[in-house]
């Protein structure tokens, strides 16, 4: 700033020095044209006394000019100090900036570009590398719950009251060797009982084919394969508890075909059920097929709400069949089991509508009876204030023996949801009434359950 000022200061001096010296030459000048030099003595001195005070007046001249340009090299010459703090601050700025961690990772095949995702429906964190065919996706969510049971006293049982922390998940996932090849571990502390909860590798070279293999959920009932955390209610209906197939070690094919109108599974799974998964007590394999059509398009099955509030009406409907399922997550031995399910389901603006019918047979290898048992549910939630406050209702029966009578199970649950930041930060309240037939007296139990969700 300094420099240009001495610039304009000199330009304007040289200007106005040069102006001045011209016109005092051009007077002097004009006036030799207007009278003829005479050779008196007075004249002669007069001419040279202007001619002096010229002199004079030019080098007063020279020497401002020189003063100027000896102070405009100065000034040129000296540099202010800059601050250490300054610099250090320039650099993080520019480090920080997208297009310089690029530049830097420029032939470096190892180089990451990390990106905090507090808005992504699961993860938090993600690390990828500047080609994409490596990532690693890091995230948990913790479910803190209260629960008042009022027990049917005329059984011996008492009232209870606790607070539990009902699911605590942490987790990661991502991709490797390239962009179809993912990854997904999940580790629990439910109830303060650490274990491993997921752990698989899934390929997806193509929408209509993909294959997964390592221990899942199997892909039989929507309920199940709907995340926890997503759920309309805080826990599963009695007739999912009582029919689903939970998770397995297994291998299935499956794929979206027709822009996602139909879905379908091709799975074969160890069949051990949770805990004895690491036995197959009686050398049979679980199957599974399952197909699912979508009318308007890809439906979200893995959310049981409408938080997102569909402005199209989104359904589906789907069936699956197990051949020699489990039972309450174990194997039936030494019987040959053929469950099935029919389902439905819709979402609009706000609405949500499930519903599940199961079929079970169990027919024993030595003698025995046929034991046949079904059971369904139907739930749906409406949003009074569009993602924000939502209600819901369920009704839910199982029947385990149909040719057993006094022995239904029935569950009446009520609740209203609010979400602060949709299912990252929620908040669930619920009451429930639960009635098991028996022969001489219904057994009853009512919940009242709160629970508080945040995913990170």
Request: glycine content about 6%; overall charge negative; charged content about 30%.
């Amino acid at each position: 700033m300094r420099s240009k000022w001495y610039k304009y200061v000199l330009s304007s001096v040289i200007i106005l020095c040069s102006t001045y010296a011209g016109d005092m030459v051009h007077e002097v000048s004009a006036q030799q044209e207007a009278q003829p030099v005479e050779a008196s003595g007075s004249k002669t001195e007069d001419l040279k006394w202007q001619l002096k005070q010229m002199e004079e007046a030019v080098q007063k001249q020279q020497e401002q000019i020189q003063a100027l340009k000896n102070r405009l090299d100065t000034a040129n010459t000296e540099t202010a100090p800059i601050a250490k703090e300054d610099v250090k601050k320039a650099v993080e700025n520019y480090l920080s900036t997208p297009e310089a961690r690029k530049e830097l990772g420029l032939g470096l095949p190892n180089a990451v570009e990390a990106e905090y995702t507090p808005d992504d429906e699961k993860y938090a964190l993600s690390f990828k590398s500047l080609d994409k065919n490596y990532s690693l996706n890091l995230g948990g969510r913790m479910q803190f719950r209260y629960t008042y049971k009022d027990n049917d006293e005329d059984f011996g049982a008492v009232d209870t009251s606790s607070i539990n922390l009902r699911r605590a998940r942490v987790y990661m996932g991502g991709n490797i060797y390239g962009k179809n090849l993912h990854y997904y571990v999940e580790a629990d502390a439910d109830k303060f009982n650490l274990g491993m909860r997921d752990f698989y590798v899934y390929w997806t070279p193509l929408e209509e084919v993909n294959a997964k293999i390592g221990y899942f959920k199997v892909p039989f009932n929507r309920q199940r394969v709907s995340s926890s955390s997503k759920l309309l209610l805080q826990d599963r209906s009695i007739a999912s508890e009582a029919f689903d197939q939970d998770r397995d070690y297994g291998l299935d094919i499956y794929g979206k075909p027709f822009e996602g109108n139909i879905e379908y599974h091709a799975a074969v799974f160890q069949g051990a059920g949770e805990k004895n998964s690491g036995d197959n007590i009686d050398n049979k394999l679980m199957y599974v097929l399952n197909a699912r059509y979508n009318p308007f398009g890809k439906y979200d099955y893995y959310d049981e709400t409408d938080v997102k509030y569909s402005d199209t009406l989104k359904a589906t409907i789907g069936a699956s069949v197990a051949f020699d399922g489990k039972a309450n997550d174990e194997k039936i031995k030494n019987t040959n089991t053929i469950i099935g399910v029919v389902d439905t389901g819709l979402k609009y603006k706000g609405i949500s509508w499930n519903n599940e019918y199961f079929l079970r047979t169990e027919d024993p290898e030595s003698n025995g009876d046929t034991v046949n048992s079904d059971g369904f549910y139907t739930q749906t939630g409406y949003f009074v204030l569009p993602k924000k406050l939502e209600v819901a209702a369920r009704y839910s029966m199982v029947d385990p023996d149909t040719d057993v009578s006094n022995d239904l199970q029935r569950e009446y649950t009520a609740g209203i949801n609010y979400y602060f930041r949709a299912h990252r930060s929620k908040i669930q309240a619920d009451v429930g009434h639960y009635v098991t037939d028996t022969k001489d007296q219904d057994k009853e139990e009512n919940r009242v359950r709160v629970q508080y969700q945040i995913i990170f």
